[in-house]
């Protein structure tokens, strides 16, 4: 199964190349095939077993499922691209609402600390006395 990293790293010309050694398997399992129906029946055991295997599907069947199986990996790797851009998106909104968070808190501290030291007034009186200087 793909990753998000061989997703990355994977271009055109690499899925050209899946594609293309796909095809080289369809035409390896159709030549593959082709030489059982026509051996002899002295072969091996182990090939006896393989002819059995793919005596139950036609050479149209293979290509076929082939075909599907492409299908479905290209359906999941486009829906892995998916899931990794809406996470990639979701990992910076998570960062930006930490650091504006941080400055708030940063803010917050530096408010009470203002307060604290300030002359006790109220508060609203504060915002007066910033009111009356920028008008001035």
């Known amino acids: 199964m793909a990753t998000w990293e061989d ?3 994977e271009s055109e010309s690499d899925k050209d190349d899946a594609e293309d050694e796909a095809n080289i398997a369809m035409a390896l399992v159709a030549t593959v ?6 051996s002899d029946a002295e072969s091996c055991a ?3 077993n393989e002819t059995e295997v793919y005596s139950k599907l036609t050479r149209s069947e293979l290509i076929d499922s082939l075909k599907e199986l492409l299908g479905h990996y290209e359906n999941q790797s486009s829906e892995l691209r998916k899931v990794k851009q ?9 960062d930006s609402t930490k650091n504006e968070l941080d400055i708030l808190q940063y803010e917050y501290n530096n408010l ?3 307060t604290k030291k300030g002359d006790n007034k109220p508060m609203y009186e504060h915002d007066a ?3 009356e200087f920028i008008t001035t």
């Open 46 to 48: 182990d090939s006896e």
């Open 86 to 94: 809406r996470y990639i998106k979701l990992l910076r909104l998570h």
């Open 129 to 131: 006395a910033l009111q």
């Open 33 to 38: 095939e082709d030489e059982q129906e026509t």
């Open 7 to 9: 997703l990355d790293n």
């Open 112 to 114: 009470k600390i203002v």
